[in-house]
């Protein structure tokens, strides 16, 4: 799942104002910002497998750290203690956490049984959306829209600059999405990782809108 974290992201101002809308993205994509940095560092592993899936060539071998549900869970507690640290609003901080828990949760409906429960080998779950283009299209787009009427609803853009910017990234996404779904499969596992990290610029963006 991609633009559907992202919905996520965009429905945070619905439910509190006082994080950015970096915040936001950046904790609903928390679980796959710290992942490509794990990939290059050896930690967590991905072997590029097309016709795994009708959605993504990624066979997602062994990333515990990270797309385990306990991980998940641990990973919330410290994005969501970090930002009361600094910020001191624990509404805010309670939400960004499960915004980070979120993201296990809606990988769950698209990815094949790849999904750890705990940090180690055992149980792998996922409820295998993936294995219909169609129905992926459809569900992660409903949660892309939802998540940008809610911001629209919650928000209100002080300049053209704000409005402009704002409807840039969503075509960005947008293109981004579709690209992933419809180009060849990546060259090598380096090069997942790199792409992977480029999406703190997307993060950077949403600061900068808000």
């Known amino acids: 799942m991609f ?6 992201g965009f429905a945070g101002k619905k439910f509190s104002k006082s994080a950015s809308l970096g915040t936001y993205f950046m904790a609903a994509q928390w679980i796959d910002l710290v992942w490509p940095i794990f990939l290059l560092l050896g930690i967590e592993q991905v072997e590029i497998e097309p016709g795994i899936s009708a959605v993504t060539p990624l066979n997602f071998v062994y990333y515990p750290f990270t797309h385990s549900l306990l991980a998940a869970v641990i990973w919330g507690i410290l994005f969501g203690a970090v930002y009361y640290f600094i910020k001191k609003n624990l509404k805010t901080s309670v939400l960004l956490g499960l915004f980070v828990l979120s993201h296990w949760f809606l990988d769950l409906l698209v990815h094949i049984p790849d999904l750890p429960i705990l940090i180690g080998n055992g149980t792998k779950v996922g409820f295998g959306l993936w294995n219909s283009l169609t129905a992926t299209l459809i569900v992660e787009g409903l949660i892309f ?3 940008i009427y809610f911001y629209f ?3 209100k853009t002080k300049n053209k ?9 969503i075509i960005f996404l947008v293109l981004i999405y579709t690209s992933n779904l ?5 060259d090598s596992v380096q090069a997942i990782a790199i792409v992977g990290n480029a ?7 949403g600061y900068w809108i808000d």
């Open 145 to 147: 829209i939802a998540g």
């Open 161 to 169: 600059t704000g409005t402009y910017s704002l409807i840039g990234l």
């Open 199 to 205: 999406q703190w610029l997307i993060i950077l963006w």
């Open 182 to 186: 419809f180009s060849q499969p990546p």
């Open 153 to 155: 609803r919650a928000t």
């Open 3 to 8: 633009i559907g974290h992202f919905g996520v």
